[in-house]
């Protein structure tokens, strides 16, 4: 059974960097056949898909414009699991964050989620 | 991008009664080489993650309930709950991946007991 387990700070100071992890469990980081990926939710802006990572004989990652001038999502073979930074964050950036695993080969959805982080952005 | 539109923004269905929720993209969602559609479904409740119900546009997930049901082709799609049960009450997003990322959602349905 696949599982996805998020940790990092609830809380982020304006400007600085909101740093998460998830770590995965029943599956691999480095499997050729889904994707890791990173999607906020908001009441005002629904869900918004905000990157990816995965590999396909070597590593790839792709970014929404929206973020794309300060995100980054790291895959971390030895620890089995991937992260998100996004950095100068403001309060805009206050919202839920969740991992999610894409599974286009098979279900072409996102068909396991992390159960989610809220970030506030305050200082 | 693609343009993901959701009809009704919220919806109030009396126990037991259908509920349908549409979604409309702005472009084709229909891989001509699989012949599917890209198009998902998912319930997201207060606390919880999505939760994922529909895939290929009309595929049931695993555990998920049969009175989901989910049609269209295309860019016209719609999600289907022939009962209402109590425990449907949630926000529900369409969601397309067809070719390259962004992967994009509608603006959620809410769907609530009349």
């Known amino acids: 059974q696949v599982q996805l387990q998020q940790s990092g700070p609830g809380l982020v100071k304006p400007s600085q960097t909101l740093s998460l992890t998830c770590a995965i469990s029943?599956?691999?980081?480095?499997?050729?056949?889904?994707?890791w990926n990173w999607v906020r939710q908001s009441p005002s802006r629904g869900l918004e898909w905000l990157g990816r990572?995965?590999?396909?004989?070597?590593?790839?990652?792709e970014y929404a414009v929206s973020v794309k001038s300060r995100i980054t999502i790291n895959p971390d073979t030895s620890k089995n699991q991937f992260s998100l930074q996004l950095k100068s964050v403001t309060p805009e950036d206050t919202t839920v964050y969740y991992c999610a695993r894409g599974n286009w080969g098979a279900k072409g959805a996102f068909d396991i989620w992390g159960q989610g982080t809220m970030v506030t952005v305050s200082s | 991008d693609i343009v993901m539109t959701q009809s009704p923004d919220s919806l109030a269905v009396s126990l037991g009664e259908r509920a349908t929720i549409n979604c409309k993209s702005s472009q084709s969602v229909l891989n001509n080489s699989n012949k599917k559609n890209h198009l998902s479904w998912y319930q997201l409740k207060p606390g919880q993650p999505p939760k994922l119900l529909i895939y290929w546009a009309s595929t049931r997930e695993s555990g998920v309930p049969d009175r989901f049901s989910g049609s269209g082709s295309g860019t016209d799609f719609t999600l289907t709950i022939s009962s209402l049960q109590a425990e449907d009450v949630a926000v529900y997003y369409c969601q397309q991946y067809y070719s390259s990322p962004p992967y994009t959602f509608g603006q959620g349905t809410k769907l609530e007991i009349k």
């Open positions: 029943g599956d691999s980081v480095s499997s050729n056949s889904v994707t």
């Open positions: 990572t995965y590999y396909r004989s070597k590593w790839y990652n």
